[in-house]
């Protein structure tokens, strides 16, 4: 067959609608391609403009616009024929040549083996959906082609093909509800990756095929025979199960293959809103349902747009699975995004959801994209949204919010905004206060509680769940560890400056650029913030700032630092992230307490007996004098070891000390104990010495108690 006529067989099908001056710019855009690649050969020795005729047949039976068709056409054409972006503007307008462009930059570095390269296209890829959404279409419908044609491609080439549709181009078409694309994709990357178990599975599934067809015949003919009863419209399909998610199922359910191959799948299609509920009381009529097994997809939509009814019955000895549509919603399911352009000219309400939900989605990225550090992370969080299985919560004023399942009530919180998620203190679920960390489920009724100054806490990265919630906690975290880290860096520069006899006030602009250039920094903002960070040396820092430049270079020696005992810097205990108290000694206000820069992560506070303390004169040179602050109200965390006799009640009596002394108990522990006597360890939450002195009393009261005394390790 010459490629004249199959050409013309892509602008027949495109007669079906679109008018005749478009098919022939589709068409010109053709030829353009044919010429531009003469010559080139694809590995299975075809010539190389059967491809990109082969993506416009995709894209044709998507029924897409005609640009998209020509960007089809066109798009290897800037990657491979050296013919510049400007020569497309010019032939065939602005819109197309920028489609093209698009389409190349997600091309060219296909995602090599690193997970970096991976994550650097990935992130282009989101810049070009969020520009225009048909580039990521066309790329689609360019991968699904070669997928079909991976045949004649060497071993590597193939595995990493197809790795990489299953982790990122298969879920795209999924999250933009391309369920006939996904679902191929899926296959086709599964079948390269594993021929083996993919053609076990496949030929397990035509053997169970053949030995079912009865029953379900059966049940489509009882099916038919109910809705024609009702006088109901609807075409009643079988559904195949498809090869990857049976081996997933299997593989991440633990599901024997004839566990889900019992369960008889249908789709009934039908005219209005309206049939698909009479079509659900007609088959419940008919088979008993399963409880808990009903889903309205179509009151709630999923994030990418599917609507349909899902219900599960148990007839004939077996599960039967039903979905209930409309042929519009069976268009939105196959096609998702791609329906946009079929009903584009109606105004039709199902698919104006659905592109603002692409929309949002597409905006959601590009927040994160901002948010992000670096593209690994940025990938790291689009892969967790990507997998979308959804739980459905309302907002107090009944806003129905759809969230990743498994999210948290501090997820809620980001995706309404970013500021009521870093001002969250606590939740209510279903108007009952709850654990932030405490997942929802559907139907839930989610308020957050916010107070002014509040800041997110770390601890909430290891269970927030959506991307928008972690780079949002992350931007945050990091934003404030830079803002402290100056703050102390700060201090401890002021510090060791007094010890020189200085002030920060006092020393020349010029002289801090000086220092800044020496130690090969940004700013002086970042070299005190390397104080704070315990990356470098107040003191040396600062014998730099005082001793002009000509000593910049000399060797940092300890002779002449004068550590000014008086000059203690004073701290509250609640420093934030980069002060930290020891776990070895928990000191507590009004113990002599020191400093000891952490490298990297600001400074932790120790006692000053403690053994962990370095002994050599130059170590503890290094180390700050700390005083604290007057009005500490914080508690702190102190162990306490006590000697008893063994008595029934004395634990009872323990505890109640501590409380009669104000104190807080965090843990008891028996460690040891023999017939007569026991020793358990305390752990109680003061604000100082005082009150420790205070609960140590109380509990060295109890008539039992033999001997207390403060854990240090």
């Known amino acids: 067959?010459?490629?004249?006529?199959?050409?013309?067989?892509?602008?027949?099908?495109?007669?079906?609608?679109?008018?005749?001056?478009?098919?022939?710019?589709?068409?010109?855009?053709?030829?353009?391609a044919e010429q531009a690649h003469e010559g080139q050969m694809r590995k299975s020795g075809d010539r190389y403009i059967t491809h990109p005729l082969a993506v416009a047949h995709i894209l044709a039976e998507l029924r897409l616009d005609h640009q998209s068709l020509m960007a089809a056409m066109l798009h290897d054409v800037i990657e491979d024929t050296g013919i510049p972006k400007d020569a497309l503007t010019e032939q065939f307008g602005e819109d197309v040549a920028?489609?093209?462009?698009?389409?190349?930059?997600?091309?060219?570095?296909?995602?090599?083996?690193?997970?970096?390269?991976?994550?650097?296209?990935?992130?282009?890829?989101?810049?070009?959906?969020?520009?225009?959404?048909?580039?990521?279409?066309?790329?689609?419908?360019?991968r699904l082609h070669n997928m079909r044609t991976l045949g004649p491609m060497p071993y590597e080439k193939r595995q990493r093909i197809a790795t990489e549709t299953l982790d990122i181009y298969a879920p795209i078409a999924n999250r933009l509800g391309m369920h006939a694309i996904s679902?191929?994709?899926?296959?086709?990357?599964?079948?390269?990756?594993?021929?083996?178990?993919?053609?076990?599975?496949s030929k397990a599934v035509d053997k169970l095929r053949g030995s079912h067809r009865e029953i379900i015949d059966e049940i489509r003919g009882k099916l038919q025979e109910k809705l024609e009863e009702r006088g109901l419209p609807g075409r009643i399909l079988g559904r195949e199960k498809h090869l990857n998610s049976i081996y997933n199922k299997m593989k991440f359910k633990q599901k024997s293959f004839h566990e889900i191959m019992d369960v008889y799948a249908f789709r009934i299609i039908t005219d209005t809103e309206d049939d698909c509920y009479r079509i659900l009381g007609a088959v419940h009529s008919l088979y008993k349902p399963l409880p808990g097994r009903f889903k309205d997809y179509i009151a709630m939509p999923k994030a990418n747009g599917y609507q349909s009814l899902h219900t599960t019955l148990f007839g004939?000895?077996?599960?039967?699975?039903?979905?209930?549509?409309?042929?519009?919603?069976?268009?939105?399911?196959?096609?998702?995004?791609?329906?946009?352009?079929?009903?584009?000219?109606?105004?039709?309400?199902?698919?104006?959801?659905?592109?603002?939900?692409?929309?949002?989605?597409?905006?959601?990225?590009?927040?994160?994209?901002?948010?992000?550090?670096?593209?690994?992370?940025?990938?790291?969080?689009?892969?967790?949204d990507l997998f979308p299985d959804e739980i459905y919560v309302f907002t107090p004023k009944g806003r129905i919010m759809e969230l990743p399942s498994g999210a948290t009530s501090v997820d809620f919180a980001y995706a309404i905004h970013t500021d009521i998620g870093n001002a969250a203190v606590a939740c209510r679920i279903n108007r009952n206060l709850a654990?932030?960390?405490?997942?929802?489920?559907?139907?839930?009724?989610?308020e957050i509680i916010t107070?002014?100054?509040?800041?997110?806490?770390?601890?909430?990265?290891?269970?927030?769940?959506?991307?928008?919630?972690?780079?949002?906690?992350?931007?945050?975290l990091k934003t404030r560890k830079r803002v402290e880290s100056i703050e102390l860096g700060r201090t401890l520069l002021k510090k060791s400056l007094k010890g020189f006899g200085a002030k920060l006030a006092d020393i020349s602009d010029a002289q801090k650029q000086a220092v800044v250039?020496?130690?090969?920094?940004?700013?002086?903002?970042?070299?005190?913030?390397?104080?704070?960070?315990?990356?470098?040396?107040?003191?040396?820092?600062?014998?730099?700032?005082?001793?002009?430049?000509?000593?910049?270079?000399?060797?940092?020696?300890?002779?002449n630092v004068e550590v000014d005992k008086q000059g203690a810097v004073t701290i509250r205990g609640t420093e934030g992230m980069l002060v930290r108290f020891a776990n070895c000694c928990k000191p507590i206000p009004g113990d002599p307490v020191v400093g000891m820069m952490d490298s990297g992560n600001g400074m932790v506070i120790h006692s000053d007996t403690c053994s962990r303390l370095p002994e050599d004169d130059e170590g503890r040179a290094r180390l700050t004098h700390l005083k604290w602050a007057k009005d500490i109200t914080d508690e702190f965390s102190v162990e306490l070891r006590v000697e008893l006799e063994r008595q029934r009640g004395v634990i009872a009596e323990m505890a109640n000390a501590v409380a009669m002394a104000d104190g807080?108990?965090?843990?008891?522990?028996?460690?040891?104990?023999?017939?007569?006597?026991?020793?358990?360890?305390?752990?109680?939450?003061?604000?100082?010495?005082?009150?420790?002195?205070?609960?140590?009393?109380?509990?060295?009261?109890i008539r039992a108690v033999t001997h207390i005394s403060r854990v240090r390790h």
């Open 451 to 476: 107070a002014p100054g509040a800041k997110p806490n770390p601890a909430w990265l290891s269970f927030v769940v959506t991307g928008k919630a972690r780079s949002s906690i992350r931007h945050v």
């Open 517 to 559: 250039n020496h130690n090969q920094v940004n700013s002086f903002d970042d070299l005190i913030g390397d104080i704070g960070l315990g990356n470098r040396m107040a003191y040396l820092v600062a014998r730099q700032l005082v001793s002009g430049n000509e000593a910049l270079d000399g060797p940092a020696s300890l002779e």
């Open 316 to 384: 004939m000895h077996v599960n039967i699975e039903i979905q209930i549509r409309t042929e519009e919603m069976e268009h939105i399911a196959n096609n998702g995004i791609a329906a946009h352009w079929m009903y584009k000219t109606e105004d039709s309400g199902v698919t104006n959801i659905n592109q603002s939900r692409v929309d949002r989605w597409v905006k959601g990225l590009m927040e994160m994209r901002e948010r992000a550090d670096d593209s690994m992370e940025f990938i790291e969080h689009v892969k967790v």
């Open 1 to 32: 067959m010459s490629e004249e006529a199959t050409v013309e067989e892509l602008a027949k099908e495109l007669s079906s609608y679109l008018d005749t001056s478009r098919i022939n710019q589709v068409r010109r855009a053709y030829y353009y």
């Open 664 to 701: 807080n108990i965090e843990r008891i522990n028996v460690e040891e104990q023999n017939a007569k006597f026991g020793i358990v360890s305390l752990v109680v939450h003061v604000n100082g010495r005082k009150h420790l002195a205070r609960v140590m009393r109380r509990v060295r009261n």
């Open 98 to 142: 920028e489609l093209v462009d698009g389409v190349s930059k997600l091309t060219q570095i296909e995602f090599r083996s690193r997970a970096e390269a991976q994550a650097e296209n990935f992130q282009k890829m989101t810049l070009a959906m969020a520009k225009d959404i048909r580039v990521i279409l066309v790329k689609l419908a360019d």
């Open 183 to 201: 679902t191929e994709l899926e296959d086709l990357g599964f079948s390269s990756l594993y021929p083996m178990r993919s053609r076990y599975i």
């Open 435 to 446: 654990s932030l960390s405490q997942p929802l489920q559907s139907g839930q009724t989610v």
